[in-house]
């Protein structure tokens, strides 16, 4: 199947599964909702919200209205949070699809009443700043609001929520603080449904779980605390098929910028993969491909289609072959790692241009 594509990216929907089951287990008794912005990070939000549903996920946030309503066409029956707020769009496309605004400030708060005192009431969420000072009624508005309840009647407080700055930072004292906040605010306003955690956050302990918790990069096998073992199934896998190898024997350089230079013999391999498939120039000497388990080192700059690997030390590669940008050996992390980046980054980079090849969710192998 894959023998014309010059690189195959591999989403493993079984392992996805595993991780929201491993996911949910840690956060019960909360509800394990999913973060699926971003086309599920980069993975295919079709294939990705399907495999969540059938393990029993029936909430997703998404960042725009778009997204809502792409994965509103997938999931009929499912509840849909934008966080991007009101200001995505009108109320009432919100309820032509069903949405749920996240109400990011108190204009938003208003609009939402007002739609709802002339149309009916609708559910929608309620994001408060805790800390991060991004998206959320910052604490002013909060004060304001936690004195007039009147502002909230007429409409289904679904959810109350924030969001966690520093959730994967060894040092708690952030998270500390906005759990606290957070709680705080709870008490101050009418009783709602309320979640604070995102992946990283799930693992700070069960005080921070409140009723719901929203994990995206973690369902995707990224590890929510980087440092320790990642109790997830790596999800990715991406390979790229060798186009052209070259013994080098004379003094030479290799690439744009001739960065690297050859001190003495070696192969070098030429790879179908660039920046324009999401492998970061930043990995311009810094990233590691490997063939089997022998690690091949990037040697010169990523250039747009191609990339130069070192495979000295694997005689036997052949044009043709097939090379492990992430895989066993080499996962997610580690390439951000390399990259100066995090997994979120490289996951929502991966080009269109790969061919996907999507494993198994129960009903066999989708393509
Ligand atoms: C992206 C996002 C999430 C998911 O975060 P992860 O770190 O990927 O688990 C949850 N909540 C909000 C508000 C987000 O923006």
């Known amino acids: ?12 929907l079984g392992a996805i599964a595993a991780n929201y089951r491993l996911l949910a287990e840690r956060a019960r008794p909360a509800v394990a909702a999913a973060a699926i912005k971003a086309d599920a990070y980069g993975l295919g939000v079709a294939p990705v919200s399907r ?23 997938l999931l009929p029956e499912s509840r849909i949070t934008v966080l991007n707020g009101l200001i995505a769009g009108e109320p009432a496309l919100f309820r032509e699809y069903a949405l749920m ?3 990011n400030d108190l204009g ?4 939402w009443r007002t739609d709802c005192r002339e149309n009916g009431p609708a559910p929608a969420v309620l994001h408060l700043d805790s800390g991060m000072a ?7 508005e909060l004060d304001k609001l936690a004195q007039d309840h009147s502002r909230l009647e007429g409409f289904e407080l679904a959810l109350i929520m924030s969001h966690l700055a520093c959730a994967d930072d060894p040092d708690e004292t952030m998270s500390r603080r906005q759990r606290e906040n957070f709680a ?41 605390r980087p440092g320790q073992p990642n109790p997830l199934r790596p999800v990715v896998g991406l390979q790229a098929k060798i186009l052209q190898i070259r013994d080098v024997d004379t003094p030479q350089t290799v690439g744009y910028g001739a960065t690297h230079r050859f001190a003495g013999p070696a192969r070098l391999a030429t790879l179908a993969a660039g920046y324009a498939d999401g492998y970061l120039r930043s990995l311009s000497g810094r990233g590691t491909a490997h063939i089997g388990e022998t690690a091949v080192p990037v040697l010169g700059r990523v250039s747009m289609d191609l990339i130069t690997v070192d495979v000295t030390r694997v005689p036997e590669a052949r044009p043709g072959d097939m090379v492990d940008l ?11 790692e390399e990259a100066g980046t995090i997994g979120y980054e490289i996951l929502t980079s991966l080009g269109r241009r790969y061919r996907r090849h999507y494993l198994g969710s129960g009903d066999g192998e989708i393509v």
């Open 1 to 12: 199947m894959n023998e014309t594509a010059s690189s195959v990216l591999t989403i493993d």
């Open 51 to 73: 495999t969540l549903w059938t393990e029993g996920c029936r909430d997703f946030f998404v960042a725009t209205l778009d997204e809502a309503i792409e994965l509103r066409g």
């Open 101 to 103: 605004p996240a109400l």
């Open 108 to 111: 938003q708060v208003d609009e």
């Open 134 to 140: 991004r998206l959320g009624l910052p604490p002013v």
């Open 184 to 224: 705080a605010a709870l008490t101050r306003l009418p009783p709602a449904p309320a979640s604070l955690a995102a992946s990283s956050g799930i693992f700070l302990g069960s005080d921070y779980l409140f009723d719901m918790v929203r994990p995206g990069v973690s369902l995707h096998g990224v590890n929510p």
């Open 326 to 336: 992430i895989g066993p050996c080499h996962d997610v992390d580690a390439l951000a």
